[in-house]
Structures are given as structure tokens and as C-alpha cells.
């Protein structure tokens, strides 16, 4: 058991909240009323449906990447938004979001657990840690790698083929990163994986020469939270549990 304030603060100093401008607030964005912290459900994104589960399996805390007073967004509460947190408040379900603290972090980050399930050994951070990289010990086919994400990520991704050369350096970034493949080209990789695609990103690939792969917004960003659920479940003895609530976007 732990108090919310407690948990709050220690994500966002593990989190480093305080490097990033983000779209969205990080860190505790529906105070609930509930002070003290035993059961914590994991998500991606903070919908009805995710709510509505976290409410039916008991939990103090609902812990998500994608939460919600994104910048531009309507700020009366009401309608959907006005029914999610309705929902939070009466069932005192206290609600922490982290978005690209979360995509950046190196051990418990959205990237970082991609590089794990890839078996891209030596990944490293590009820059503001958003984009990473890996050179694979043994190039691949890239329909191999279309394989490998496949199963990785239990989703078949799109693929943008740019020649039929082997792969050796390989950039991703989780979620909706598709503009960043001319970064990734200029780093003259050789394929970029991220979760999103625009009719654009068809385009740019063919004349940059990259490979690019659309694995799913979701289908990237289900193992960040996960690992970070499972951390704060270790050291502070607390019950954890995620559920996914499957989008195939």
C-alpha cells in the first residue's frame, strides 16, 4: 500500500516529467478522492471500456499512456469526457496518464520494451530519446523483419518496401511517428517501424529508400505501461493488473 501522492511523485521523478513538453498533463489528472493506493490496472489508453474494467476489478488506480486535456481538445466536461470521469469519480478510481515520458523512458518506455520484444539487441536513443535505433548483428530480408514484427507484436504491420537490399540498420518509434521517417532517413537507416501511417508516408518512403512499417498505434504502445505497472507493483507491494482493450488501429 502506498498513498497517491507518494506514487504520483515517484513516477514523475522516475518519468522525468519535467524534460518534456508534451501535449497533455503527466501525472495524476483525475484526483478521485481515494488516498491510499493497493490495486493499480494498467492500460493504453484511458476509454470508457478500460474504466469500466478498472471499476469491476476493484482498483484504487488506473495507470494509462493515453489520458485525457489534450492540447486543442474541448475543455467542458461533458459529453464522453464528462461520462469517463463522472465514472472515475463515483467509483473513486484515481487516474495517472504519461505520454511521451513514458514513450522515451530507457528501461520501462513504450521504445525501449519494443526493442526487447523485436530482439534488437544494443538499442539506443536517438536525440530526445524518441527515437531509437539498433544495427542488427545479422542483416535481414525485409519481409523477414515483417515476420519477426508480426509475431512480436501478434499483428501483421503494413509494409512500404523501398528495394530489395538486406536490412542492417533498423529506427522506430511507437505510435503516431510517421512524419519522422525523413529523421530516420537522414540517420540513413534502412527501415523504420512506428504504429501509424498517412497517405503520405507511402510517398516519402519510395523516394527516400526506407523501408517503413505500420505495426499499430496500439499494437506499440501495449508494453510500456505494462512494464511500468509491474515496477511500481514490485517496489511498493502493490496488486497490479493490465488489460487491453484490443484496437486495431
Same mark, same amino acid.
Given at each position: 500500500m502506498i498513498e497517491l501522492r507518494d506514487l504520483e511523485a515517484y513516477c514523475n521523478k522516475l518519468?522525468?516529467?519535467?524534460?518534456f513538453q508534451d501535449y497533455c498533463p503527466n501525472g495524476l489528472q483525475v484526483d478521485a478522492g481515494r488516498v491510499e493506493i493497493e490495486k493499480v490496472v494498467t492500460g493504453v489508453t484511458a476509454c470508457q471500456a478500460l474504466i469500466d474494467a478498472a471499476v469491476e476489478a476493484k482498483a484504487d488506480l488506473l495507470l494509462v499512456h493515453h489520458g485525457y486535456f489534450w492540447k486543442g481538445e474541448s475543455e467542458p466536461l461533458k459529453g464522453i469526457k464528462g461520462c469517463r470521469i463522472r465514472t472515475l469519480m463515483q467509483a473513486g478510481v484515481n487516474l495517472l496518464a504519461y505520454h511521451l515520458p513514458l514513450d522515451a523512458h530507457p528501461q520501462f518506455g513504450n521504445n525501449a520494451q519494443l526493442a526487447e520484444r523485436l530482439g534488437f539487441p544494443d538499442a539506443t536513443p536517438m536525440k530526445d530519446g524518441l527515437i531509437w535505433q539498433a544495427s542488427l548483428q545479422q542483416p535481414l530480408a525485409a519481409n523477414e523483419l515483417a515476420a519477426r514484427i508480426a509475431q512480436a507484436l501478434d499483428r501483421q504491420p503494413l509494409h512500404i518496401p523501398a528495394g530489395d537490399r538486406p536490412l542492417q540498420r533498423v529506427g522506430w518509434c511507437?505510435?503516431?511517428?510517421?512524419?519522422?521517417?525523413?529523421?530516420?532517413?537522414?540517420?540513413?537507416?534502412?527501415?523504420?517501424? %512506428?504504429?501509424?501511417?498517412?497517405?503520405? %508516408?507511402?510517398?516519402?518512403?519510395?523516394?527516400?529508400?526506407?523501408?517503413?512499417?505500420?505495426?499499430?498505434?496500439?499494437a506499440t504502445e501495449r508494453y510500456g505501461i505494462q512494464a511500468l505497472g509491474e515496477h511500481l507493483a514490485e517496489c511498493h507491494a502493490l496488486e497490479h493488473q493490465f488489460i487491453d482493450i484490443p484496437n486495431p488501429a
Open positions: 518519468l522525468e516529467i519535467e524534460c511507437s505510435g503516431a511517428a510517421q512524419d519522422a521517417i525523413e529523421q530516420a532517413a537522414e540517420l540513413k537507416l534502412d527501415a523504420f517501424i %512506428t504504429g501509424e501511417l498517412s497517405e503520405r %508516408t507511402m510517398h516519402l518512403a519510395r523516394e527516400l529508400g526506407i523501408h517503413f512499417y505500420a505495426a499499430g498505434h496500439h
